[in-house]
């Protein structure tokens, strides 16, 4: 399996963890920053308690050392909580769904790709099914998180993440819902999200669990 495949493995894991945390502030950040009040990993988990199904889009941004203009993409990200199923879609590319107990990618042409033989891959599936259950252990046991008022940063601990990304940083709203997720790559790439308001009032539809 190429590596590239298991790039949008790993950032599907880490978005999913931003909205779907629940009980992260007891002790999921490492030196959180001491502040006044609650920092942006407490009130990213006490507002993603209160979203058990929600809908969020998305526009990426990808600055690569080796192009002269950033590449921008748009997608959505569908969380069904009381289900156990996630669904994260770029319009104009790869589709990824864990349901099931099962996680799941197509690309571009609507093809499903094998996962089964990816480590990686098997690992991240785990990770995102403690997720939805509300458990950050794995997520600690990947990056060493700390926060302060604003912000969520992630520097990677094991070397096999550390050759796809140096740093994660998120920022949330005053109300703890994430407005954007920066990766930074080695050699400099960065890829930035910018997250929409969620849709709080999407019902979930089970067929859209299944595939593209």
């Known amino acids: ?14 978005a999913i963890s931003l909205f779907l945390a629940e009980g992260a502030a007891e002790g999921a950040a490492e030196g959180a920053a001491e502040t006044s009040g609650e920092t942006a990993l407490q009130r990213s988990a006490a507002a993603a308690a209160s979203a058990p199904e929600v809908r969020i889009t998305f526009t990426q941004t990808k600055e690569l050392a080796i192009l002269d203009q950033p590449l921008t993409s748009t997608g959505s990200l569908e969380i069904d909580r009381p289900h156990a199923r996630l669904r994260w879609q770029f319009d104009q590319g790869a589709t990824l769904i864990l349901a099931d107990d099962r996680l799941r990618r197509w690309g571009a042409d609507g093809r499903e790709e094998d996962l089964g033989r990816d480590p990686s891959a098997q690992a991240m599936a785990g990770q995102m099914r403690g997720f939805l259950h509300g458990d950050w252990t794995a997520l600690g046991e990947l990056f060493i998180l700390t926060s302060d008022r604003e912000r969520i940063h992630g520097e990677p601990r094991t070397a096999g993440l550390k050759r796809y990304l140096t740093e994660v940083v998120i920022a949330v709203d005053g109300a703890g819902l994430p407005t954007e997720l920066v990766i930074t790559a080695p050699g400099g790439d960065v890829t930035t999200y910018h997250f929409k308001d969620p849709d709080r009032v999407w019902t979930p539809n089970p067929t859209r669990f299944l595939g593209p």
């Open 1 to 14: 399996m190429k590596s590239i495949m298991r790039i949008p493995v790993l950032l599907f894991g880490v």
